[in-house]
């Protein structure tokens, strides 16, 4: 069963429409991503899942359930209680507060009393041990691929079922984006459904199972990660490869063209 289903969902900023009959699942206990170019309506996806829309004074049409339940008509903070919290682009971590006092917030109106948010926060310490061992430092004063791990160590304090995550790599050295893909392939595997949006195409596919295209806010291309990454389009468009094969054949028929010239003119 989808957790997460997306149905038809358009939304516009005024006169700006940034999504058009967009659906979409995320499967129970899956990692589904999202690839997309700048502006093809990544972020707004996630704002439509999240109801926080409106705070951008976006509308939006279309339904989206989680677990069966309409999140439509629900406050942001229910939509957190539900379940469903999204660590947004950039970070935007509350720079002025510690580390601590930033993670305590995303405590703030989760289900749950104290030894919930104890719990929570253990985790927190163990998949980020940087974040205890700097717990009372402004947050910052964090590198940029700390503070990212804070946005979704805040995240995780409300205790998601399912965390929506907007561009973590984005900004990251390599290997500090490997880091937080492997954390995001952990966070999975304890549970937590995760709805993905990447511009990094190869780090998104090799994490889902899933994947949908993004393109000028119409989905173009949808199914599993590994067809997509073998795809020529997706290959050439989000991975950066150049298509060898079509190289060859190009190649090979200018060759044989030529070779058939030859002929003719001997
Ligand atoms: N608050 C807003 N008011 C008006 N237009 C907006 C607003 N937010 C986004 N848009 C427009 O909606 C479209 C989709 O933007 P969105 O931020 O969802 O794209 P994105 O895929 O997340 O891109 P990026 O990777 O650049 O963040 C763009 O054309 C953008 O300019």
Redesign the pocket.
């Known amino acids: 069963m989808a957790t997460l289903e997306i149905r038809a969902l358009s939304v516009a900023?005024?006169p700006?429409r940034?999504?058009r009959d967009v659906s979409l699942d995320v499967p129970d206990g899956a990692i589904t991503a999202v690839l997309?170019?700048?502006?093809?309506?990544?972020?707004?996806?996630l704002?439509a899942v999240s109801r926080t829309l409106g705070f951008?004074?976006?509308t939006g049409t279309g339904t989206v359930r989680f677990d069966g339940q309409p999140l439509d008509g629900l406050r942001p903070d229910r939509v957190v209680a539900a379940g469903v919290v999204q660590v947004p682009?950039g970070r935007q971590v509350f720079a002025r507060m510690t580390v601590a006092d930033n993670l305590r917030a995303g405590a703030l109106g989760a289900p749950g009393g104290r030894r919930a948010a104890a719990d929570a926060l253990a985790r927190v310490h163990e998949l980020f041990p940087v974040l205890a061992r700097r717990a009372h430092q402004s947050a910052g004063l964090l590198s940029g691929g700390e503070q990212q791990m804070l946005a979704m160590g805040r995240a995780l304090m409300a205790r998601p079922r399912l965390l929506l995550l907007?561009?973590p790599s984005l900004g990251l050295a390599p290997l500090m984006a490997q880091r937080i893909a492997e954390t995001v392939r952990e966070i999975n595997a304890s549970g937590t459904s995760v709805l993905l949006?990447e511009?990094n195409a190869s780090i998104a596919l090799r994490l889902a199972s899933t994947a949908y295209v993004?393109e000028v806010?119409e989905v173009t291309l949808e199914g599993p990660a590994a067809e997509l990454a073998a795809s020529d389009e997706v290959r050439r468009r989000y991975l950066g490869v150049v298509d060898e094969t079509a190289a060859e054949d190009a190649d090979r028929a200018a060759t044989a063209s030529v070779r058939t010239l030859s002929r003719w003119s001997a």
């Not at 997309?36 to 996806?45: C, D, F, R, S």
């Open positions: 900023y005024g700006v940034s999504l997309g170019g700048n502006g093809a309506g990544k972020t707004t996806l704002r951008h004074r976006g682009e907007d561009e949006v511009q993004l806010g």
